[in-house]
């Protein structure tokens, strides 16, 4: 005889509301006393309107009236709102908060919403063991004031820790894949991984080292089914199998449905408040220089307190007519979750990284991620860089190659493959908790 306890879970939702009420009518019908719903992580996204004008209070609505029993901050929780934020927002939870690795540097400790790991004793004597996982992203956490180091070591000593008192020990990871195959690979009292960050769809898990890794894509596309299988009276874990179920086969709950169309509703209208008043139109082209993109560049360079500065033209998604400007328009046109940052390149590194900059793969480039919610990165802008069929020339003099030039430009660009240079540069600067449409509002305030 053995007994089944139920998980269902989602990851990277991000804001992606299209099938939360049937997701949400799917986990209430199947709600019994060996079942649970863990939430992975970045649930939240201020390219969302619900998001952004409700600075993430909104989602921990959604998540409470769902009925959610563990969740893990993500980095778009963790990263995307301030401190502050963060603490008003779990605050308000009424699902205990699981992060392990997020500790606040003022205090040394964990805020008084969030426990490294959770012992949750089931009906019938089960007891499970959860310990949640941020994604350790140094440089932005510590930029906000909090510690997100992550050591597989400490996460070893507090899994044998935890499984002693368990019959079984799942991780809630928001490390990524590659990390939870580590982990499975490294940690033998961890049984199962349920993961996030990487927005894999694995329909039926991934098994390293005999544990089994699961994770349902994103945007609500799946919601994962785990289930655990323990004998009946020993309650010794036998198994794990997992499943992921297609939620637009799910009615929709009308609770659910209720709730986010009166968040929306609310959101919106915090939105409309007026933010500054355009004395002449805001021209935006992708393809082409104009106006908007270079005075946001400016802006952003002299923000940075630096005489260089780069973006694309494609953050801004479209044009601003004369008149007043309210802060949903602010959202409609630049809605990244993009921070401001400061690289050191050198001469020759900032020349590599302008030619490429120039080549169609980026300017036609439909980028899905980074940050970025846009269409296409469009041309390249710049502040204090002139390119001419003569050569590139830095606030008027030629570029030299051995110099070290500080240019002010945007987050996204030292991720991964943009920008080679940017994303290998040494020295980068991340200015946080201010987004790319901060900076907009003060251009926009002085726009005539």
């Avoid at 939430?39 to 209070?57: C, I, S, V």
């Avoid at 309210?326 to 050198?346: A, K, Q, S």
């Avoid at 302008?354 to 269409?375: N, S």
């Avoid at 830095?394 to 920008?419: Q, S």
């Amino acid at each position: 005889m053995t007994k089944t306890v139920t998980i269902y879970h989602t990851n990277d939702i991000h804001s992606g509301f299209a099938t939360w009420p049937r997701i949400v009518s799917y986990i209430k019908r199947h709600r019994h006393p060996l079942m649970r719903y863990v939430d992975l992580g970045d649930h939240a996204d201020r390219a969302n309107p619900l998001t952004e004008a409700t600075y993430g209070k909104g989602n921990i609505e959604l998540l409470n009236e769902a009925g959610v029993d563990f969740a893990v901050p993500g980095n778009n929780e963790g990263v995307t709102f301030s401190k502050q934020m963060l603490y008003e927002m779990y605050e308000h939870a009424s699902f205990q908060v699981l992060a392990a690795n997020l500790i606040d540097q003022q205090t040394g400790t964990y805020p008084h919403w969030i426990k490294p790991y959770w012992i949750d004793e089931m009906e019938g004597g089960i007891r499970i063991g959860y310990i949640g996982y941020t994604a350790s992203m140094i440089h932005f956490y510590e930029q906000l004031g909090w510690d997100v180091a992550f050591s597989i070591e400490r996460l070893r000593q507090l899994a044998q820790q935890v499984a002693a008192k368990t019959d079984a020990l799942v991780l809630l990871s928001h490390l990524g894949l590659p990390r939870d195959e580590q982990i499975a690979a490294e940690i033998t009292e961890i049984d199962v991984i349920i993961g996030a960050h990487t927005h894999h769809a694995l329909p039926y898990g991934k098994r390293i080292s005999g544990k089994l890794i699961a994770q349902a894509g994103k945007h609500g596309q799946y919601l994962g089914k785990l289930s655990l299988e323990f004998a009946e009276g020993s309650h010794k874990f036998l198994s794990a199998e997992e499943e992921l179920l297609d939620p637009r086969n799910f009615d929709e709950d009308p609770g659910a449905r209720t709730l986010l169309q009166s968040l929306q509703t609310k959101a919106q209208a915090a939105l409309s408040a007026p933010a500054a008043v355009l004395t002449r139109k805001l021209e935006v082209k992708w393809f082409e220089h104009s106006a908007g993109p270079q005075a946001l560049c400016d802006e952003l360079s002299a923000w940075c307190g630096a005489e260089l500065g780069m973006l694309n033209a494609g953050v801004l998604l479209e044009s601003l007519p004369e008149g007043p400007v309210t802060y949903g328009d602010l959202h409609r046109i630049c809605p990244h979750p993009i921070n401001p940052c400061i690289v050191e390149l050198t001469g020759g590194e900032l020349t590599e990284t302008i030619e490429r900059a120039q080549t169609d793969d980026i300017v036609q480039l439909q980028l899905k991620g980074f940050g970025f919610r846009g269409k296409v990165l469009g041309t390249m802008v710049y502040t204090g860089i002139d390119v001419k069929p003569e050569g590139i020339f830095v606030c008027g003099k030629p570029i030299v190659a051995e110099h070290i030039y500080r240019l002010a430009t945007l987050d996204m660009y030292t991720f991964g493959f943009l920008f080679p240079k940017i994303a290998e540069a040494k020295k980068k600067t991340y200015l946080l908790p201010e987004f790319l449409r901060d900076i907009l509002l003060d251009m926009l305030k002085k726009w005539h």
